[in-house]
């Protein structure tokens, strides 16, 4: 995709997605910290529903997930709150995050048929 196309796609999600909805959290009083906290929670309880069989209730949860992950960058920079620690921990619990999701997967997997061994 030519990078021009890129940018003003990233501009648009910007400007009418993840500004508005981090300036929302920041008036209910999360922190950068507490939405990556609850993006890892969320995306854990995907990976549960996964594990149980609700594939796309598991992968619709999980995107819920990876939303609150592209706010918390938007909520740092808009408080000031920009740290070499708020990076880590959202990468971090980013790859927790995807982990616990194969870790469904796998899961499901491994009980969808057992006798088929």
Known sequence: MDQRI???IRS?????FVDPGAKFLHFLGFSPNHVTFLGLIVSIVA?????????M???VVFLVGSMLD???GALSRLS?????MGALLDSVSDRIGEAG???????YAVNVDPGSR
């Open 101 to 107: 999701l194969f870790l469904g997967l796998s899961i």
């Open 70 to 72: 592209v706010f918390d």
């Open 80 to 84: 000031g709150r920009v740290t070499d």
């Open 47 to 55: 990976a549960v529903l996964v594990s149980y069989g609700y594939l």
């Open 6 to 8: 890129r940018e003003a």
């Open 57 to 59: 209730v598991g992968g």
């Open 12 to 16: 648009i999600l910007s400007r009418f």
